[in-house]
């Protein structure tokens, strides 16, 4: 079935550093879409991105993404870090635009 | 805009016990999500329903049914609750590759 890895269980880096997260999929599907959720501490998750078209950069609150067909990749980026990034990243596929299935998360945490 | 309501927020049960959650929605969404969320494990898919009165297993259904008797309304059933366990479910509703929106969660504690 459909699949998302996300190898980084846990990313520590110093403000104003770049940041890269990690997301490859898995799917029968020949036209996916992707999409990175973020979940701050006591929140819910919200969407921070989403692409459709492969190989277009999708960018939104300074992060922006990739998606690659032919790697089956979607890694999350942004050029600085920020000491309020520090949050959980989730990647997420969805199968037939119903089924969303996530990763398992990566917990980023920005210290000063 | 519109709103994902989650009741209880809160919910402590016994071994053994059947305990309900409920989700509403105002959005007008025709698909509908309970997710489990553990520490490091992610969010896991338990049901879906892409419309009333249609319901889809996800990953981890085993344990739990679900109910969608509206299209506004999700129920999840913890068939019986396992001791010491403790995890937050997540409700959620979106279009068909629409942006899904989560509730705030119901906090699961089992003593």
């Known amino acids: 079935g459909d699949s998302v890895t996300q190898t980084e269980g846990l990313v520590t880096l110093t403000e104003g550093l770049p940041v890269m997260l990690n997301c490859t999929y898995q799917?029968?599907?020949?036209?996916?879409?992707l999409f990175w959720y973020v979940q701050h501490l006591n929140e819910s998750p919200r969407l921070l991105l989403k692409?459709?078209?492969?190989?277009k950069r999708t960018e939104h609150q300074g992060f922006h993404a990739t998606l690659h067909k032919s790697s089956s990749s979607f890694h999350l980026q942004k050029s600085s870090a920020q000491l309020s990034d520090s949050a959980l990243y989730y990647c997420a596929l969805p199968y037939m635009g119903y089924k969303l299935t996530f990763g398992t998360g990566t917990s980023l945490l920005v210290d000063p | 805009g519109g709103i994902i309501t989650q009741t209880p927020k809160f919910l402590i049960g016994q071994e053994g016990q059947k305990l309900t959650l409920k989700c509403q929605q105002n959005f007008n969404h025709d698909t509908m999500y309970w997710y489990r969320q553990d520490s490091g494990k992610g969010l896991r898919l338990i049901y879906y329903s892409i419309t009333e009165n249609d319901l889809q297993k996800g990953d981890l259904s085993e344990g739990y049914d679900a109910s969608r008797e509206k299209k506004s309304s999700f129920s999840l059933t913890v068939t019986s609750a396992q001791k010491n366990e403790m995890a937050v479910f997540l409700c959620a509703s979106g279009g068909q590759g629409a942006q899904v929106f989560f509730g705030k969660g119901t906090r699961l504690t089992v003593v």
């Open positions: 799917t029968i599907y020949s036209n996916p879409f």
């Open positions: 692409s459709f078209t492969d190989n």
